[in-house]
């Protein structure tokens, strides 16, 4: 079920945390709040995946970045500006990880990342409306990942490009 989050909402949301970053705010907010849905169950552990901040130049494709963060005190005590920090600045990167378990197997290996841990999956980057057949734009898009574990995902996307406000700011759809 999609959750629409304007500027507005943006704005105030990264006020509260004090990150810089939509992104971070909101996954901070759901991670402290997830407990309430898992009858008092803190997950201590949450996935990330999103597209890495470094560049490289002899690599070809997104440089998708999947990682884990871990907190060892309590999520309902903790401070959302703490959780997005953790978040934005923290991230134990599992690729290698990933890669030893796949190169070791020899076989195709069907590995749960999305919902393995409770995960957050960035996507605000990505251009879903600037798709263009013989002058036609998409006026709406969704988003699907098949194949999610028990412990979930929440994607962040981007809101249609003319959503924009007074703030200079898209808004994003969780």
């Known amino acids: 079920m999609p959750l629409p989050l304007n500027s507005a909402k943006s704005v105030d949301l990264q006020s509260r945390t004090k990150i810089q970053g939509p992104f971070e705010s909101l996954c901070a907010i759901i991670w402290q709040s997830s407990y309430r849905i898992r009858d008092g169950l803190e997950p201590k552990v949450v996935a990330i995946c999103k597209k890495s901040e470094e560049k490289k130049e002899y690599l070809v494709g997104n440089n998708q970045v999947i990682g884990v963060v871990k907190v060892d005190h309590s999520i309902r005590e903790a401070n959302p500006s703490d959780l997005a920090r953790l978040i934005k600045n923290e991230i134990i990167d599992e690729q290698l990880k990933i890669d030893e ?48 574990g028990d412990a979930g995902t929440a994607v962040v996307l981007p809101t249609r490009p003319n959503d924009s406000s007074k703030y200079g700011d898209k808004g994003r759809i969780v």
């Open 101 to 148: 378990a796949i190169e070791k197997d020899h076989e195709l290996l069907d590995v749960v990342v999305y919902g393995a841990n409770l995960t957050f999956v960035n996507m605000e980057g990505a251009d879903l409306y600037g798709f263009d057949w013989k002058g036609h734009k998409p006026t709406n898009v969704s988003y699907f990942i098949d194949g999610v």
